[in-house]
């Protein structure tokens, strides 16, 4: 081989190389959580957590305080409005002591005035015996109008007493009332802040089971590399153990007919034709004339693998992205057993770096860098020197 059929199959095998690689998927977007990120994230999450359920408690004990509090003062409240209720009744009674006194010494002035007991009153002072009699005499008279008014003056402070007592208890009423308001707008605002709490812990939930998906999606994305990557080097390992074979016309003419005629019994019988084989080789050949365009998998621009998975595709039928991943997928066929829609492979660099798809008669279709997708033939020129089977996907 001359060294510008080297440099030819050095390039050529660089990019199969790169199809090969370029059917590892990349997802845009946000990258998924490693294992040290996942750790990082939840850790922070457990702290923010810890931190959200003390205060979480925090206000829960506020509240039953709160609460509790709240229970004592209306017991006090309740005791309060008895102790006003009786004292509004003493000094109603009282009230009534004092006017029916008032009415009692009036009545009494009145006798007097009317009945001249005024005069009986002089008569007893007058009827003296002697001048200390006169002024013992005095004295009973005295008496007997003060203790009157005395018991008047008496009841009248205990009235102001009591009264002072009600403003006091009114006072008191109104200072719990106060209370019990500034308790309710207290309970109010912690049932407020425990809702706040509540919804932080909610957060951080939502927040740990994002992580938990995005860590789910980073192991899924590994065990899909990891899958990827054993499938490639399965189909490399393959590729790499098909040694091109030499090929001619009239050696294929020879392994057909031979395959034409009489089998012994014993011969394992040939594979089945390929499904819808011929709606893989009209959709091959409707592609005729699209360009070369390296990594390109639509009518734009197609690569080897490209263009043949796309056949594939438009015939219903799913195969993988590169050539040696092609070749690993597919069922092994000879030369005498392969049909028009089967998978023809090459080796120009010491493993499967190209495939076409085999149409008989030593020809096959396939995106070439010098032509675009084309007819070639496998069995001289270029090619022919390349051949390292066929496969039946």
Request: hydrophobic share 35%; aromatic share 6%.
């Amino acid at each position: 081989m001359d060294n510008r059929s080297k440099l030819k199959n050095a390039i050529v095998a660089g990019i199969i190389g790169m199809t090969v690689l370029s059917g590892i998927p990349f997802k845009a977007g946000a990258t998924p959580l490693t294992e040290g990120d996942y750790s990082e994230r939840m850790d922070a999450l457990d702290s923010k957590e810890e931190e959200a359920e003390q205060k979480l408690n925090d206000i829960a004990g506020k509240i039953e305080a709160t609460e509790q509090e709240a229970e004592e003062l209306i017991q006090q409240l309740e005791e309060t409005a008895d102790e006003l209720e009786a004292i509004q009744d003493e000094i109603s009674t009282v009230s009534k002591q004092i006017e029916q006194r008032e009415e009692q010494l009036q009545s009494q002035i009145r006798a007097m005035q009317v009945t001249g007991q005024s005069g009986n009153v002089l008569r007893f002072i007058l009827d003296s015996e002697s001048l200390s009699d006169a002024f013992g005499r005095i004295d009973v008279v005295n008496t007997l109008f003060s203790a009157n008014q005395n018991l008047m003056e008496k009841q009248i402070e205990d009235k102001e007493l009591i009264a002072a007592n009600e403003r006091l208890t009114i006072k008191k009423q109104e200072e719990q009332t106060l209370l019990a308001a500034n308790l309710e707008n207290s309970k109010v605002q912690l049932e407020e802040s425990l809702a706040e709490q509540e919804m932080m812990m909610a957060a951080i939930a939502a927040e740990r089971s994002q992580v938990r998906e995005e860590r789910e999606a980073y192991l899924a994305q590994q065990r899909e590399s990891q899958r990827r990557l054993e499938e490639i080097q399965t189909s490399r390992t393959a590729a790499e153990s098909a040694a091109p074979v030499n090929v001619s016309e009239a050696s294929e003419e020879a392994q057909v007919s031979t395959s034409s005629s009489s089998k012994p019994a014993e011969e394992k019988p040939e594979p089945a034709a390929p499904a819808a084989s011929g709606g893989v080789i009209s959709n091959a050949h409707s592609l005729t004339g699209s360009r070369y365009s390296y990594g390109g998998t639509t009518p734009a621009g197609f690569d080897c693998s490209g263009y043949t998975q796309f056949v594939f595709r438009r015939a219903g039928r799913s195969i993988p992205r590169s050539a040696a991943a092609q070749f690993g997928a597919s069922r092994r066929v000879s030369l005498s057993e392969a049909q028009p829609g089967d998978l023809i492979f090459f080796n120009q660099s010491g493993s499967v770096d190209h495939v076409g798809i085999y149409l008989g008669g030593g020809r096959f279709i396939g995106a070439q860098t010098s032509t675009g997708v084309a007819v070639a033939s496998f069995t001289s020129g270029y090619w022919s020197n390349y051949v390292a089977g066929f496969g039946r996907p």
